[in-house]
């Protein structure tokens, strides 16, 4: 209970720069309140003056009041649905903004500990969630709750004592509703639950698209969906139907009560105690009072969906944001790079991925980093671009911590291609130019060409404007690897990381980019993981990296020569990294995160 209202109250909190318009709302509703007894209150002249007494002057009196007060509250019902609307609709876009602006904050580790489902869901689901429980359940809430104590006021100031009969009969109603609303949550849960399997088993479809074509599995997989989406149906239909049942079991209750207080008020009609039109104007307004009882007890569920994702939504807001107290200045970085016994394990993980490591790069020099899956060559990379963070050690750009510098800063003196580069759905000239939005076409075209990517784009319908699709999955492998490789040279950042940049480049692209890297590596400090021992022979150093370790450090001859691990290594196979090969799949072009990640 004191965790809701905390919540509640931190949600309000999102509402507060509105609270002219809130204000205005809940003012409409007093209105609509105060306008429902009037309305049945007519009763009372209708009968005893217009029907009984014969009063001209009533004949047209009460009809025009009825219209007015009608159209006043017909009116004030619109503004406050439509301003609460507008409120919870401006907190649900804030909220958002927020959630999406938080998650490019976030550590990388962070990120690599939640699905990417769930944090979907949140700007999708959750959100949409906490705005019910702020628009709808805030009407309901506030309005129903004045009218209610409208209506009794009215009732108890015509009728004290029937009244009183009411306080006795409507806790029992209220009783009754509350237990019809129970079986619906519960099969609400379910209804949801089934949907979660619809989703998955889509979501699988999509990802596995080509599996179950080459393994001809579509008998198998249109069962299992049949039998989820009849199982849907059912619970749907279970929801319907006790839905249904709602509003006319309330019907027959406050039909109920009304014959209860009909025989009680008949007999003060007969005593005179009460007038015609009274007797009939109290039984009307008694009648309102159900609905609005309903509605109340059924809001619950509501606001319990959205506090749920309400605490989802916070949860992540809460969550840390990566440490960026850098102040050190560096306009544009010599290149020199030293690790000073770094380590580092990722979270929960025994064996550390980089271990001890020590070295120092000068300024234009290629440093090729070679070994076995898993030796740590691209967690050594993520920590200089600090995606992560050393455990112990440090690693100094031209003398200065990476902790000294801001993280814009520090990234700004990096470019970066990995395994997996992410592209956007936009255009080949937008790709190219991602992050430099200031670039011109020469410039674009010339990152283009130094990438060996103009003929393919040249090829494309419409050139650089063509749309390349999420992720861009209208592009081979290698295509998508020289956009981003064309990207990393118009960054023109003074140190580069290229983490197997050209794996999936056919031989003769590879000879050409490397030749334009050659061009490029001029004045620029390189790190570079490579398949092709070409690339790894152009590096100035070899560091052969095992259990993130240094193993051995030369030149490819001083290497051979030595006949160690790098001897070793090369006699073992072609592939001299070995590294897996990259997936393209629905759920990787999701992980976003986790391919720049893993890299
Ligand atoms: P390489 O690039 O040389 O193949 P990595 O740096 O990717 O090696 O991985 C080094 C070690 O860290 C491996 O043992 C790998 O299993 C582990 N590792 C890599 N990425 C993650 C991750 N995101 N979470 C946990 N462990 C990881
Ligand atoms: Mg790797």
Redo the contacts with the bound molecule.
Sequence with gaps: MTDSFRLYRRLLAYIKPYWRVSALSVLAMAAVAGATPLLSGQFEPLLDESLIARNPDAMWRVPLTILLIACGKSLAEYISSVSSQWVANKAIEDLRRLVFNHQMELPVTTH?AQTTGRMLSRITYDIPQVGAALSTAWIVVIQDSLTIVALLAFLFYKAWHLTLIIFAIAPVVAWIIRKASTGMRASNRLQQASMGEMTCAVEEQLAGLREIKIFGTQQHEASRFARIATQLRKETMRVVRISSANVPMVQVLAFAAVAIVIFAASSLVESGQLTPGQFVAFIATMAMIFEPIRRLTNINSTIQRGLAGAQSIFELLDLQAEEDRGLQKLERARGEIRFENVSFA?PG?E?P?VSDFTLSIQPGETVAFV?A????????MALVARFFEARSGQILIDGVPLQELSLAELRQQLALVGQHAALFDDTVAHNIGYGRQLASFDEIQEAARQAHALEFINKLPQGFNSRIGSNGNQLSGGQRQRLAIARAFLKNAPILLL?EATSALDNESERVVREALVELRRDRTVLV?AHRLTTIRDANRIVV?ER?RIVEIGTHESLMTAGGAYARLLASGEEIVG?EPTPASLSETLAFN?AV???
Excluded: I
């Design positions: 690599q990722y993980q064996a991925a070994g899956s898993g030796s740590g060559k691209t967690t050594l983490d993981v990296m993130g590294d986790e990640a893993r890299g």
